[in-house]
Each structure stands twice: as C-alpha cells, then as structure tokens.
C-alpha cells in the first residue's frame, strides 16, 4: 500500500468515531438518553437527574389555572421537588415522538399518573457536543 493510501486509511480510521458521533442515529440515541434523565428524574423526584437533562436557563411554560401563561424557573421547579426526593410516583411515563434536525431536537413526552395527564413538549439543543433541554411547554388534565 502507498504512504498516500495509508494516510487515508489512517485519516478515514482516525475521524470514523468522529462522524459517528454526529449521526443522525447517534443523535437521536443522545437526545433519548438525554430525556430518559429527564423521565428519570420525574418518575423518582430526583432533582440530579433533572439538572442532567436541563440547561441551567431552561425555562418552563404552562397554561395557568386562570388561562394565563404560567413560567417556572429551574429553581422553582426543583423546589416542588423537595418533599418527594427519592419517592417513586405510580405511572407510565413515555417518550410519544422524537423528531432531531442537525443541531435540534424536539420530543414530546406523555405522563400518565393515576387521575392525571401530563403532555410535555421539550425542545433540546447541542451546544459544546451536548444535547440539553432549553425549553419545556406543558399541559396537564384530571384523568
């Protein structure tokens, strides 16, 4: 073999794990572990596994009980949080669709609790080579 084919050989060996890491499947299996910490952290109120998922900036969006635009932060939200830490809550919690474009990534996520229903909507983002949610819209409704 030539030093020229070897080098390509070598270049094509050396950047294989680099393309792979940015594959559509690679990305779409990233984003999925990605919000498995996120259901994780819902489905044991662990506030570890949440700030895994998130961006530390995310916010959250909901329609309040009044039809108002509700937002909570990321501290606010960890804090309901609190008292549960660690408790397993009773419920199916599934990744319903999962869509990624390059850079982006948009999930929704249904919650289904006994006597209530959560619809989540996550929007993710790969920055510094890491997915992370941005964004969370929500609404719930009694079952």
């Keep these: 073999m030539s030093s020229r084919a070897s080098a390509f050989v070598l270049l094509a060996l050396i950047t294989a794990p680099l393309r792979a890491q940015n594959s559509p499947a690679s990305d779409e299996a990233q984003v999925r ?7 994780h952290g819902l489905k044991f109120n662990d506030v570890e596994s949440l700030k895994k998922a998130f961006w530390p ?3 959250l969006f909901f329609v309040d009980k009044k039809g108002g635009l509700g937002q909570l932060t990321q501290s ?5 949080f609190a008292g549960s830490a660690g408790k397993e809550e009773k419920g199916d919690l599934k990744i319903a ?3 990624v474009t390059r850079d982006i990534a948009s999930v929704k996520v249904v919650e289904n609790y006994p006597g209530s229903r959560y619809i ?9 080579g890491t997915w992370k949610i941005v964004n969370k819209v929500y609404t719930s409704e009694k079952t």
């Design 57 to 59: 900036d995310a916010k």
């Design 120 to 128: 989540d909507y996550l929007s993710l983002v790969r920055f510094d």
């Design 76 to 80: 606010q939200w960890y804090a309901m």
């Design 97 to 99: 669709a999962l869509e």
């Design 33 to 39: 572990a990605v919000v498995e910490s996120y259901l």
